[in-house]
Nanobody, 120 residues
């Protein structure tokens, strides 16, 4: 199991910015994909952004041009820079790690989540 700890959530006004961080308990170079998901009350958990060990990124259409995912291998940490925040971005944001189980399959682990609230 990979332990994941998120931080950086909080209350921000529309148009503002936040940076989320997720630190893993082991080298993220051994984790195939790191990503951010979000889940609002009564909604499903959806992918926001992901980044592979090679640095390839993927974004949900709703955040393209506003959010940027990055990785810091030396600190076993990924970040999500969120700019031009909208009310619709209000959610609990979860870090996810997807990696090989060493037996030919893959497993995923979740962080505890961090609340992001966009409100005027």
């Amino acid at each position: 199991q990979v332990q994941l700890v998120e931080s950086g959530g909080g209350l921000v006004q529309p148009g503002g910015s936040l940076r989320l961080s997720c630190t893993a308990s082991r080298s993220i170079s051994s984790i195939n994909i790191m990503g951010w998901f979000r889940q609002a009350p009564g909604k499903q958990r959806d992918l926001v952004a992901s980044i592979t060990s090679a640095g390839n990124t993927n974004y949900a259409d709703s955040v393209k041009g506003r959010f940027t995912i990055s990785r810091d291998n030396a600190k076993n940490t990924i970040h999500l820079q969120m700019n031009s925040l909208k009310f619709e971005d209000t959610s609990v944001y979860y870090c996810n790690a997807w990696y090989s189980d060493g037996r030919g399959g893959y497993v995923g682990d979740w962080g505890q989540g961090t609340q992001v609230t966009v409100s005027s």
